[in-house]
């Protein structure tokens, strides 16, 4: 998910088979509720673990 141009959104579809990149703009009609779980996804499955770090 990114956000292009006047505040659109653009679904990142990476292909499973040959790997390539598509953009999708959203539309007006589309779930926003959705797009929210959505962009927010990659947060539950950070790349290193959060239980490591501490502020001292």
């Known amino acids: ?5 006047k505040g659109r959104w653009v679904l990142i579809h990476r292909c499973t088979k ?3 990149l598509r953009l999708n ?3 007006g ?3 926003q509720l959705l797009l929210v779980r959505l ?3 990659p947060l539950t499955m ?3 673990p ?3 770090l501490q502020d001292d």
């Open 1 to 5: 998910m990114t956000v292009r141009g």
């Open 18 to 20: 040959c790997g390539r």
């Open 25 to 27: 703009r959203t539309a």
């Open 29 to 31: 009609d589309d779930n």
């Open 39 to 41: 962009a927010a996804l």
């Open 46 to 48: 950070p790349p290193f």
């Open 50 to 52: 959060f239980q490591g």
